[in-house]
């Protein structure tokens, strides 16, 4: 009977551990949810710009464009990420040689 007996008390005993640690996984949920509904949101973060390219074209008008990168995401309902990427017109029409085409000289 002693065996049976010891058999029956290492079941009990197991059976409360596992009562435990499903009271603890239950109060870690709870928890987690309290800290989401408590934690502010966060907005979006970016990197600084990037220097403007170089104007695509060397005579004419161009572009140039600057980018910037995500750092953080937005959570929680937090301010969206703005624009990554500008563009802007470069370069003239002046910069371009002129024909000599009707200079007969």
């Excluded at 007996?5 to 870690?28: A, G, P, S």
């Excluded at 969206?80 to 563009?87: D, M």
Aim: charged share 40%; with cysteine.
């Amino acid at each position: 009977m002693a065996v049976i007996d010891d058999i029956v008390k290492n079941i009990q005993i197991e059976r409360r551990k596992n009562r435990k640690l499903k009271q603890r996984k239950r109060e870690r949920r709870r928890r987690r949810k309290e800290l989401k509904k408590i934690r502010p949101p966060r907005d979006c973060r970016v990197s600084e710009w990037s220097e403007w390219s170089p104007c695509s074209k060397t005579c004419g008008i161009g572009e140039q464009t600057r980018t910037r990168t995500i750092l953080k995401h937005a959570r929680r309902g937090g301010k969206v990420c703005p624009v990554l990427e500008e563009t802007t017109w470069c370069g003239s029409a002046r910069a371009c040689p002129r024909n000599n085409y009707f200079n007969w000289s």
